[in-house]
């Protein structure tokens, strides 16, 4: 399958055309209308641009990489370089290592050994974080913590790629400043609070993507959501879909799943949820998993069945 087909790129680039206007008139006129409608209308434009960087650094929307990330430049919100964001989502992508404490840049489970090592306040807010309400509430903050610990420690070792994605991340965040000052009407505190809401945004969508599984295939969701969050997420909500055909464009990935429904719930071994009303009900309050890996010792001690 060639997913190459620059004519039918235009559902990327007209939704991008969109985000940025949105985004525009919440930092701008909807912010004299109403400085919460403002900051909710920047959060989704925020959120949305970040799934669109997603489709960027998978190759699309056109066959220029140069091009599609000058299109994705701009920080719209303050989290997380572009750059690290594809160098760690591509080496997420590598399936045999889906949810490894270690290999995994995101995975949310522990070595039970680091589990075991912690203080029990620690341990209480990572519990309280496995649930959608904390992954919402506080997720966006430790994993933000955790992201910037790890990148100061590989930057303090030399490592210049990381160095790079910083600094042009803070040139993107100036671009972003420049339009607050001169242009925009929002203040910087509130886009920041935009921003930290969009990530919580995210966290929806990344909450219970992969789960410990003894086979790397059986390990990846399929949410059959149709709704507004499917279009935020760009229907990455059919995640085993999008990671057995990374290259695919968003706007095709329904038509494929549609085409061979019974064959990725195979593949999955039918890790599947209808829709994010499902999820919220079962897991706003009631974690998915534990911390700690659950079947660490089994992964570690001998081959995953892929």
Do not use: C
Request: aromatic fraction near 12%.
């Amino acid at each position: 399958m060639n997913p190459k087909h620059p004519a039918s790129e235009w559902p990327t680039v007209l939704v991008l055309a969109a985000t940025y206007l949105l985004w525009g008139l919440g930092t701008t006129v909807l912010w004299d209308l109403s400085p919460l409608i403002a900051i909710l209308v920047v959060a989704v434009a925020s959120a949305q641009f970040s799934s669109l960087q997603h489709e960027v650094l998978h190759g699309h929307p056109t066959p220029d990489q140069h091009v599609n990330h000058a299109m994705v430049f701009p920080a719209l919100a303050f989290f997380y370089p572009y750059l690290r964001f594809r160098d760690t989502h591509l080496a997420h992508h590598h399936d045999p290592n889906l949810t490894d404490p270690y290999d995994d840049p995101e995975s949310n489970y522990l070595d039970p050994a680091v589990w075991a090592r912690l203080s029990p306040p620690l341990r209480g807010l990572l519990r309280f974080n496995n649930t959608l309400f904390g992954r919402m509430l506080v997720g966006p903050a430790i994993g933000f913590a955790v992201f910037v610990r790890g990148d100061i420690r590989l930057i303090r070792a030399g490592d210049r790629r990381v160095l790079l994605a910083w600094v042009l991340h803070g040139a993107g965040l100036v671009l972003v400043l420049v339009w607050l000052v001169s242009v925009g009407k929002m203040p910087v505190w509130a886009w920041l609070v935009s921003s930290y809401l969009s990530a919580s945004l995210l966290k929806i969508r990344t909450f219970l993507e992969h789960r410990a599984h003894e086979a790397f295939r059986a390990r990846t969701v399929v949410i059959e959501d149709r709704g507004p969050l499917a279009l935020l997420f760009l229907n990455n909500n059919l995640h085993v879909v999008h990671h057995m055909h990374p290259a695919v464009p968003w706007h095709r990935l329904p038509a494929i799943y549609r085409a061979n429904r019974d064959h990725y719930l195979r593949r999955n071994d039918a890790y599947l949820y209808k829709n994010y009303i499902e999820i919220f009900r079962r897991h706003f309050l009631r974690a998915k998993d534990p911390v700690p890996h659950p079947i660490w010792p089994v992964r570690k001690d001998g081959p995953a069945d892929g």
